[in-house]
């Protein structure tokens, strides 16, 4: 095939994704390898980075055995400092192979080494029949790339030689400079395997990268007053990361699991592997939380061990200047140089961020990356202050709302506070529903205003008529808002999660999340919870939303009856095969008719809002597969029950 | 005979919208009802005076529609004004052609509301008032013997005495005695009064 080496055009011949799958054997390899080294290099030479390489763009010619890239049209030949954008389709199919620089997330330009990664990835692929990472979502893809170590081939598949796969290690260094600098370079190793390989059937090692000549492509680490262009994937990634760091911090109001959900986003997405969230105290300061990675998951203790696991020197600078302190290569020589963590521990890159809330030090977040270097771009930086204010915002609001809670917080206030975890049914059964609710207040608004205005204009003028439908008017105003504002809620969608969850454990923290004001409310609360109950699945908050609403709705039922006889009992336990959750109370009770009607949305007996409660409960017990019914109590009262099936196999995680 | 004065019925689940109807009717000066429920309004007793029905087409249990098709086929004749928080076409039609006033989605203007009532007690008078001028149409004609009724129906046909004497094989002069108590009987002031309560009582099959 000629190629005119200005403008390539696309190849023929079949994609290298139909060989991949099942580990390919030596020479196999080796042929094609060093093919698409051969190919590449031709590209380099021509002045291209290719800026895509996986398998989809790789063609071979079976009869020739010729390799040929194709995928062209985003290749860039220009140096440097410039990224080609990504067409948002492909990028689901090129992350796997993404270099780390090209995820954006590290302060460093894109050249050829960028090419060489991804053939790493593709090599890896051939020898072992599996990629290096594996990943759900972008986020996690790019956090593999920057921060996470893949197993060496040989280690994964016995009969992959140990030379094959330094090569392919080297290749998926993190920091350019430790990979291959040039194609040929690739090419003259992987042939001098092919020559042993043929001879002998076995390789030796030999160092690696002999020949490797200089290549003009390569861009040389920026300043840190440099900004590498961002493409539009990682701008992308970054509203993603927004996105779900206000989820969590809009879901999660119990502190330790806050902080888990934290710290495990500021992991992931600033490309660290290991961090600490460090609080003020007397001693200077005192580790909160620690989170690493161990494989591919994030792991996270509250506090930590009692051995020095930060730079002290570091942290205490941060705490003096209130200033935030980024070391890109800290293993060269830097102010912090002699303290012994940094020397004993060696990581690559460093981070330490104050967490100012008005004036004051509200804590620190600590961040490394021990495998690369300039892995915290100032970019990200911005990022990475908004979820650390958050997480300020959210240790100064939970410990005020424990002092409130002290101070008997209001009905209302607990319940805003796990109210983000709502769920809707299906919009088009609830539109009907809203137009209904909302229409109904503002129509009697208006007729009561035209009213009052012929009252008005009557001979002699009827002041109390007037002043009846002025009431009238106010308080339809009210309900009217108090629907929109339920409704929005209600919109506030978080992911389901599907835990392994000890329901007991779960309902009693909403009983001591509701105890005073039950005590307050002069209620005699009993809870029966069965011990040993099986493991359900579900969403903690969500259910535990539910478990609320049923408390105060029972608290509200029985505020008018004699103090004396106010009862609520909580039970817990299994009924054919379901764990079944019952709360009781000994108020007026419902009506046959109302027992199904306190389930339609924005139903409501209460002259204030929360008609909402009851409808979602239900629809969030559905959708975890069980039911949600209310009946009335013996002797007086009603009884508010819901059932949730036990899964076959459950999953327990390790942590967190 | 006593005039009742007129009343509106509301019939609406919610409470705003009842409490808000109430002041607005009474602030024209009518007297008003207000219901939760169409069972509610069918325990009431029958008013006497003009009556008509403000009705929300969406009620628990059995639908504002649904009561007016139920209406209909009991032949009871209250003017039914729908009003509803959501509609939609075939609603609107299917209301219409059950003979409802109007048809109000809210928030309606209150002007429409009211002149929907007036037009509405206007109807429902109308129609009393028919009914008793039928009734008593109907009451006289039974007193007519069946040679007077033989007699009105040759006169409203606008035969003359000779010929109605002719067709009867009676004497002229019976015949206008005859005639002369159908007159009475009737009350007609007139040949062409007779002849348009003819028509009347025609409409009724008689």
Redesign the interface.
Known sequence: MTRSSSTPEEPRGESLEGELGAPMDVERFLSLGIGIAVALGKLHRGGFIHGDIRPGNIRFNSASGEVALSGLSVASSLLCDRQSPDPPESMGGSLPYMAPEQTGRMNRSIDSRSDLYSVGVIYYQMLTGRLPFTASDPMEWVHSHIARMALAPCEVRRTVPVPLSAIVMRLLAKTPEDRYQTAAGVESDLKRCLVASTQRQHIDDFPLGENEVADRLHATAPERAQEAAISPSAQHLDIGTMIKASQTVSSETVLPRLIERLMTIALQSAGADRGLLLLPSQSGYEVAAEAWMNGEKVMLRHGSAADVSAPESVVRYVIRSLQRVILDDAVRPNLFSEDSYLARRQPKSLLCLPLVRQGALAGMLYLENTLASYAFTARHMELLEVLASQAAMSLENTRLHRDLQERDASVLGLQTELAHANRVATLGQLSASIAHEITQPIAAMVTNARAAMRWQAAEPPDKEEVRQALERITRDGIRAFNVVSQVRALFKKAPPRRDALPINDSIQEVIALTRRMVAKSRISLRSNLAESLPLIQGDRVQLQQVVLNLIMNAVEAMGDIDESSREMVITTNTGDGDVQVTVQDSGPGLSSSDAEKVFEAFFTTKTSGLGIGLSVCRSIIEAHGGRLWASANVPRGAVFQFTLPVPENIEVPAVG | MTQAKPTVFVVDD?L??R???R??V???GLEVQTLDSVPEFLKFERWTGPTCLVLDV?LPGRSGLDFQRDLLAANVHIPIIF?T??GDIPMTVQAMKGGAIAFLP???R?QD?IEAIQLGLARDQARREGETEMATLRARFEMLSIREREVMFFVTKGQINKHIAASMGISEITVKVHRGQVMRKMHATSTPDLARMADKLKDLGQ
């Open positions: 919610d705003a919208m409490e808000s109807l002041s607005l009474r602030s024209v969406r009003i928080a959501f809210k928030p309606f209150d509301l």
